[in-house]
């Protein structure tokens, strides 16, 4: 199985592999932001605080929503290491407008958040595994809630999985070197 996605740096296709790898990051992301927003909706999902229901005020819903929605649409970005658009500087953006993105500046933002995220949702589960239920929800809240965050743990390595790809298909190979990517995805393999 190929891609037609072709990186006008590298002229080299993204695998299949981390096409379907870009696909995932917004869906292990996606559970949690629907649950911040059930949240906000007032939707039973047996959220509380030391026993009393969470209800936040209209400031901190925006916050709630705002933080779901930034989320989602960092979890997008990655198509950027797998897409063509991912190549280039949008036009708006002033002074690298419309010029190709560096591989390594690419790479670097992408290991960067790679980490970060790993260590953020690494953090929390700890969090979790040490303090357990310290907000007493209820036995099926906090199962649904453990349900919608755990998958974020994915977030971070699943990023630093397209890096590699982004960086392995943009890096010169070594001369006389074999490419397995490259020999891969003409045999229909990935």
Do not use: K, Q
Not at 21 to 50: E, N, Q, T
Not at 129 to 146: I, K
């Amino acid at each position: 199985m190929t891609t037609d996605t072709v990186h006008l740096g590298a002229g080299r296709p993204a695998p299949a592999w981390a096409v379907r790898v870009a696909h995932l990051i917004p869906l292990v992301v996606l559970p949690s932001g629907l649950w911040r927003i059930a949240l906000v909706a007032g939707l039973p999902i047996g959220a509380s605080a030391y026993g009393a229901p969470v209800d936040p005020g209209p400031g901190e819903s925006v916050y709630i929503v705002s933080l779901s929605l930034v989320s989602e649409g960092l979890a997008l970005l990655a198509f950027g290491l797998v897409r063509p658009w991912g190549e280039v500087f949008p036009g708006w953006l002033p002074l690298v407008g419309g010029r190709p993105v560096p591989p390594r500046f690419a790479v670097t933002a992408a290991t960067t958040g790679a980490v970060a995220l790993t260590l953020i949702w690494g953090y929390a589960a700890w969090g979790v595994v040490v303090d357990g239920n310290d907000l007493a929800f209820s036995p099926p809240g906090f199962a649904l809630l453990l349900a919608c965050y755990t998958p974020l743990l994915l977030w971070g390595p699943l990023l630093l999985l397209l890096a590699w790809s982004y960086h392995h298909r943009h890096h010169p190979a070594r001369p006389g070197a074999v490419d397995h990517e490259v020999v891969a995805t003409r045999h229909g393999v990935s």
